[in-house]
């Protein structure tokens, strides 16, 4: 354990940009072969428009970073926060911290999106995607991501987490986003193995279905056990959901930048919420029979 602490406290840069890129590249390259859904799509045109929001939103976070390695370190040295208050072992200010850190830097931060009105105006940028693949993990506005920012700020502060352990929770963090935007489903029995601690492309898809209910549930993105404490975890089969969101069905509004660059500050526009059939602009998918499919 103190080996992990070691490598995560003083992790290169380099590292950390594997650790995104070599994300991407894996996602990538197994949903291009196992795709829960062939899209009728121009992938590297598609992945062209996310990776130039996480380009911002690398951008946005290494600006800020200085906030984060300042509230870190100042709690550790104040004592302050839960991890100060309490002793335990290496191995169990882990757990405790990702959970913590989790919940309050990505659960709560995504509810929170969904629930206050000017916050979902940057957040609806991502739910924009209607091809939802691991790209779209990092499909983010430069607003959202310093709303996101705060969160985690805030999470860390709570927490008293060290660096060592904000790094870790940042790694996973990413890790865990491609996994469960990826264009690919597990196997019923894997999911259901998984799905009880770990976030998978199975529950996270259908918080990207277009409408309500659905986009409100599922928030989580490393664990899921706060959407089943918290009451907002939903199911829904990959084959009947259909990707985007019903306030934003044009495709100049959601797959150009400069008009995606524009749409927080857009009037609000009221969610319509499940009708019998999608309007024309919203096309139903094909599952196809992949590998992982076949063994469900």
Same mark, same amino acid.
């Given at each position: 354990?103190?080996?992990?602490?070691?490598?995560?406290?003083?992790?290169?840069?380099? *590292?950390?940009?594997?650790?995104?890129?070599?994300?991407?590249?894996?996602?990538?390259?197994?949903?291009?072969?196992? #795709?829960?859904?062939?899209?009728?799509?121009?992938? #590297?045109? *598609?992945a062209g428009i996310n990776l130039f929001f996480t380009a911002t939103t690398i951008l946005v976070n290494f600006s800020l970073a200085f906030i984060l390695v300042k509230t870190s370190d100042w709690t550790v040295a104040s004592h302050v926060g839960l991890l100060q208050w309490v002793a335990m072992p290496l191995w169990a200010q882990a757990v405790v911290g990702l959970l913590l850190l989790d919940l309050i830097g990505a659960w709560l931060a995504h509810w929170t999106e969904h629930h206050v009105k000017w916050m979902w105006q940057f957040h609806v940028v991502h739910h924009s995607d209607h091809y939802v693949d691991t790209t779209t993990a990092n499909r983010h506005h430069p607003g959202e991501s310093v709303i996101r920012f705060l969160f985690t700020t805030l999470a860390v502060l709570i927490v008293g987490a060290p660096m060592w352990l904000v790094f870790l929770y940042q790694a996973l963090s990413v890790i865990l986003s491609q996994f469960n935007h990826a264009n690919i489903e597990l196997p019923r029995w894997a999911d259901r193995a998984v799905n009880w601690l770990i976030v998978t492309p199975n529950m996270h898809h259908v918080h990207? *279905? $277009?409408?309500?209910?659905?986009?409100?549930?599922? $928030?989580?993105? /490393?664990?899921?056990?706060?959407?089943?404490?918290?009451?907002?975890?939903?199911?829904?089969?990959?084959?009947?959901? /259909? $990707?985007?969101?019903?306030?934003? #069905?044009?495709?100049?509004?959601?797959?150009?930048?400069?008009? /995606?660059?524009?749409? #927080?500050?857009?009037?609000?526009?009221?969610?319509?919420?499940?009708?019998?059939?999608?309007?024309?602009? $919203?096309?139903?998918?094909?599952?196809t029979l992949s590998g992982m499919e076949q063994s469900k």
């Open positions: 354990m103190e080996r992990l602490v070691q490598y995560f406290e003083h992790i290169p840069s380099a *590292h950390r940009s594997l650790i995104l890129v070599g994300g991407i590249a894996f996602f990538w390259l197994l949903e291009s072969i196992v #795709p829960l859904i062939r899209f009728d799509y121009h992938k #590297p045109k *598609h990207h *279905h $277009y409408v309500l209910p659905y986009s409100n549930t599922n $928030y989580g993105n /490393i664990f899921s056990i706060w959407d089943r404490l918290f009451q907002t975890h939903a199911e829904r089969a990959g084959k009947d959901l /259909i $990707y985007g969101v019903d306030t934003h #069905p044009d495709a100049h509004e959601h797959s150009h930048i400069g008009s /995606i660059l524009k749409v #927080p500050f857009q009037p609000y526009r009221q969610p319509v919420g499940e009708p019998g059939t999608p309007p024309g602009n $919203y096309v139903r998918q094909t599952s």
